[in-house]
Every structure is written in C-alpha cells, then in structure tokens.
C-alpha cells in the first residue's frame, strides 16, 4: 500500500516564487521517509499542501488511496502533521488545544479527554496541561505539537524539521518515541537538516534542491554510493614525521590525529595492517563527517552543475 503518492506537484507563490517545478514521491506503508534539501529548497511547501496548508499550483496528492482534490476529508483524517512553524494558540490551556484538534476531526469528547490525557503524558506535559501555552518552553511546545498531531491517531504523521532547535535529550527521546510510533505502524515522513538524524531514523529518503527531487532511494543504498569516506584516527603516540599509507591518502591533523580517505573498493583490514606495519597504534576511529552529509554535499553540488 502507498501511504503517500504525490505527483507533478508545482508551487509557484503569488509573488512568483517557483518553490516547486513538478515533484514526484511515493512513500509506502510503514516507511520512515526522510525528506532532506537545504534552506528554501521546498520542503516545506510540499509538506504544506500535502497537510492543505498551502493551495497548490498544479499536481495530485493521494493519501492512503483518497485524491486530497476529491476526497479531502478523508485524506486528512489519516494525516498528523507538525509545522516547522509554531502555530497554536498561546492563550489557551494546552488541554485546550488538543480538545480543540480532535473537535475538528470530529471525536467524540469522551476519546478526545482519554487521548488529550495520554498524549499530554507521553510527552512529558501533563504537569503543566492547565498552563497557557505563553508558559512553555521552546522543547514543551515542539511536544504539544507532536501531541496536537496524534490526537486523530493518524496512519501518516508528516514532521517538518521536528528537531530543530532542540537540545541533545529531546532530541534522542523524540527520536525513541518516533521508533516506537513507527513500529507500531504509523507510517513517518520528516524534514530535517540534521543528515545524523535522518541516517539514524529513516528506510528511504528523497533529496529535493531548488523545487526538484535530485534523489529518490533507500537509504542504506544511498550511503552505500559513498566512494570515499574520511575517516578520523586517534593515534596512541605523537607522530612528528610525514607517514605514507600506500593507497591510502593520509595526513596528520596534529600530532596524535591521522585523517585517511578510504575508497569503497579498498578495506579497513588492510589500512590497519599497513599502520601495524609501521608500529602506529590506534586508540579510537570515526567518519569524519557523517556519511549521508558527504553524499549529499556531492548531489548538491552535481546538480548545481547541472549534472
Ligand atoms: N509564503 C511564501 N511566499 C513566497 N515565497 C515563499 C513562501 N514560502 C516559501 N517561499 C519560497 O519558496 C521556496 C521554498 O521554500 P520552503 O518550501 O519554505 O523551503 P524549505 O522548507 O525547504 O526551506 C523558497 O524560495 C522560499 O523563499
Ligand atoms: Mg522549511
């Protein structure tokens, strides 16, 4: 089943802006899909029309099977979606404000009280359910929007940039919760700029740059197109003279820190071995960039170049 097929989707704002120049997507049920682009790439505008936030130009979006042009009802009662942007109202209660999203859906007050008390508690905010929102802090109301998106319990939450601006423990327990919400079924689709995040959490991923998806794939094959990694070497003992890796660019950082660039075909055994050849001991390793940064940093600029 597709959860979510949009095509030839065009956005162009009355200014003129051409955000979106025809985009194609297909996330299947139960995906944890990664929508990724640099600033102003589109992101945001394709996650607003899908959630009708924002009328689109030109193009269909199905959710579930329901054209959101002819069946829009029942296209967004599958949806959850939370707004990069902070879009509540600060004068209400937060209990209020999630009573108030199950009143659009139509559930029934009795669902809506069991559900704004769970979801409330899930999210670490039912200590403060008789607070305005004017009393919570930046991580509290990117909760209550998360909470505000699964008050219809939908089969498809739509995350715009969920962790940004967020400190390092929100981070990884949103990141546990939406694990869990996922394998559980919900099918999950993010924006974020953290490429870490994406890596971490998320089956398959579309790049999309200047209103165009450059890049539609499962990600574990995505990284696997790597050619080279850099990778970062914490060496136990000072080294003061220039070393030579054969077929293994390498140069010291400083004293105690080595950088080599492995290629895809070449192995990591045989790095080890030539700088066990050479008495040099290894105290720890890592990429120096994240994986899935590298690659994109290289489709981006391909497609500047118009490869
Ligand atoms: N309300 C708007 N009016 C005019 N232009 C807009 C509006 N919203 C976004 N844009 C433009 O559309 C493009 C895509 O923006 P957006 O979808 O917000 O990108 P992203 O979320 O990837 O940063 C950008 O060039 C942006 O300036
Ligand atoms: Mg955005």
Same mark, same amino acid.
């Given at each position: 089943?597709?959860?979510?097929?949009?095509?030839?989707?065009?956005?162009?704002?009355?200014?003129?802006?051409?955000?979106?120049?025809?985009?194609?997507?297909?996330?299947?049920?139960?995906?944890?899909?990664?929508?990724?682009?640099?600033?102003?790439?589109?992101?945001?505008?394709?996650?607003?029309?899908?959630?009708?936030?924002?009328?689109?130009?030109?193009?269909?979006?199905?959710?579930?099977?329901?054209?959101?042009?002819?069946?829009?009802?029942?296209?967004?009662?599958? #949806?959850?979606?939370?707004?990069?942007?902070?879009?509540?109202?600060?004068?209400?209660?937060?209990?209020?404000?999630?009573?108030?999203?199950?009143?659009?859906?139509?559930?029934?007050?009795?669902?809506?009280?069991?559900?704004?008390?769970?979801? &409330?508690?899930?999210?670490?905010?039912?200590?403060?359910?008789?607070?305005?929102?004017?009393?919570?802090?930046?991580?509290?109301?990117?909760?209550?929007? #998360?909470?505000?998106?699964?008050?219809?319990?939908?089969?498809?939450?739509?995350?715009?940039?969920?962790?940004?601006?967020?400190?390092?423990?929100?981070?990884?327990?949103?990141?546990?919760?939406?694990?869990?919400?996922?394998?559980?079924?919900?099918?999950?689709?993010?924006?974020?700029?953290?490429?870490?995040?994406?890596?971490?959490?998320?089956?398959?991923?579309?790049?999309?740059?200047?209103?165009?998806?450059?890049?539609?794939?499962?990600?574990?094959?995505?990284?696997?197109?790597?050619?080279?990694?850099?990778?970062?070497?914490?060496?136990?003992?000072?080294?003061?003279?220039?070393?030579?890796?054969?077929?293994?660019?390498?140069?010291?950082?400083?004293?105690?820190?080595?950088?080599?660039?492995?290629?895809?075909?070449?192995?990591?055994?045989? &790095?080890?071995?030539?700088?066990?050849?050479?008495?040099?001991?290894?105290?720890?390793?890592?990429?120096?960039?994240?994986?899935?940064?590298?690659?994109?940093?290289?489709?981006?600029?391909?497609?500047?170049?118009?490869?």
């Amino acid at each position: 089943m597709i959860a979510l097929s949009v095509k030839q989707l065009t956005k162009t704002y009355a200014n003129g802006a051409y955000a979106l120049k025809g985009i194609d997507l297909d996330v299947a049920q139960g995906d944890f899909f990664a929508l990724l682009g640099q600033n102003g790439a589109g992101k945001s505008s394709t996650i607003g029309i899908i959630c009708s936030l924002i009328k689109k130009t030109a193009g269909k979006v199905i959710v579930f099977g329901h054209d959101l042009d002819t069946e829009p009802n029942k296209a967004k009662s599958l #949806i959850g979606v939370v707004p990069q942007e902070m879009n509540f109202n600060s004068f209400e209660k937060i209990s209020q404000v999630l009573l108030n999203e199950a009143g659009y859906y139509g559930i029934p007050s009795k669902i809506a009280k069991e559900r704004m008390e769970m979801y &409330l508690t899930v999210m670490g905010l039912w200590d403060m359910r008789d607070q305005t929102g004017f009393k919570l802090s930046g991580g509290m109301k990117r909760r209550l929007l #998360i909470a505000r998106a699964l008050m219809n319990e939908p089969q498809l939450l739509i995350l715009d940039e969920p962790t940004a601006g967020v400190d390092i423990e929100l981070r990884h327990t949103l990141w546990r919760f939406l694990t869990q919400l996922n394998e559980q079924g919900t099918t999950i689709i993010l924006t974020t700029h953290y490429l870490e995040e994406a890596e971490h959490l998320c089956k398959h991923v579309a790049i999309i740059d200047h209103g165009e998806i450059i890049e539609h794939a499962n990600m574990k094959t995505l990284i696997n197109r790597l050619d080279v990694q850099t990778m970062i070497l914490d060496l136990a003992a000072p080294i003061t003279t220039p070393i030579t890796l054969n077929g293994y660019p390498a140069s010291l950082t400083d004293e105690t820190t080595l950088e080599v660039k492995i290629h895809r075909h070449q192995s990591i055994n045989e &790095l080890f071995q030539r700088l066990t050849e050479q008495h040099i001991h290894v105290t720890s390793m890592r990429n120096k960039t994240n994986r899935l940064e590298e690659l994109f940093i290289g489709l981006i600029a391909d497609n500047k170049r118009g490869n």
